[in-house]
Each structure stands twice: as structure tokens, then as C-alpha cells.
């Protein structure tokens, strides 16, 4: 069994920065892709930025420029860094990767438990 934590959240007021991780830990074979993604209350969850094993990125056009999302493939570990942030980057941030287990070599995609940022105007 694979398991995603996540850390790093809180509340923050506007223009300010937080830096969030997560961690994969379990039976892991390899990883793919690491992510992260977003709900707000009241509205669909959101990509915010993906990383691939072998570095290629990708961000939502809302955050580029401002986040930054970071993977440590020794450790298992993505990190976000979200800079010059807004009220409206306020949601429950997930983490997700695709991971193939050492149990089954079988490809699963895994979330995280959330963790919650706040941005006051």
C-alpha cells in the first residue's frame, strides 16, 4: 500500500508564500508523475501543476509564474512553492502520483489526505 502526506499548509495573508510537500511512502516500485491540485469549496477540484519523473513540468495558467512545483526522486517527495499568493488560491490542496507498487507492478493513482490553505485579503 502506497500513502501520500502532505504538509505545509496554513493561513496566509495576500502577496504572502507558503511551501507545501509531500511524501510518498509504501510499497513503491517506481513513480511516475507527482502533482498537485485544489478545491475550493463549492467548486470542482483543479490541477495546479504536475511533475514528471524526468522533470517536465506543467502548471494551471492561474498559478504560472507564481508557484513552482519541485520533486526530490531520491526521497519520493514533490514540493509546491506558491509566492505572491491571492484570496482565491485559498482551497484544500491535494497531492497525486502515479505510482507502481512492488506488491502488484500494478500502476495506481494515489491522493493525499489535503491540506488546507488560506490566503486573507
Known amino acids: 500500500q502506497v500513502q501520500l502526506v502532505e504538509s505545509g499548509g496554513g493561513l496566509v495573508q495576500a502577496g504572502g508564500s507558503l511551501r507545501l510537500s509531500c511524501a510518498a511512502s509504501?510499497?513503491?516500485?517506481?513513480?511516475?508523475?507527482m502533482g498537485w491540485y485544489r478545491q475550493a469549496p463549492g467548486k470542482q477540484r483543479e490541477l495546479v501543476a504536475t511533475?514528471?519523473?524526468?522533470?517536465?513540468?506543467n502548471y494551471a495558467d492561474s498559478v504560472k509564474g507564481r508557484f513552482t512545483i519541485t520533486r526530490d526522486n531520491a526521497k519520493n517527495t514533490v514540493y509546491l512553492q506558491m509566492n505572491s499568493l491571492k484570496p482565491e488560491d485559498t482551497a484544500v490542496y491535494y497531492c497525486?502520483?502515479?505510482?507502481?507498487?512492488?506488491?502488484?507492478?500494478?500502476?495506481?493513482?494515489?491522493w493525499g489526505q489535503g491540506t488546507q490553505v488560506t490566503v486573507s485579503s
Open positions: 497525486n502520483a502515479g505510482v507502481q507498487t512492488t506488491t502488484t507492478l500494478r500502476w495506481s493513482n494515489v
Open positions: 509504501g510499497s513503491i516500485f517506481r513513480i511516475n508523475t
Open positions: 511533475s514528471t519523473s524526468s522533470g517536465n513540468t
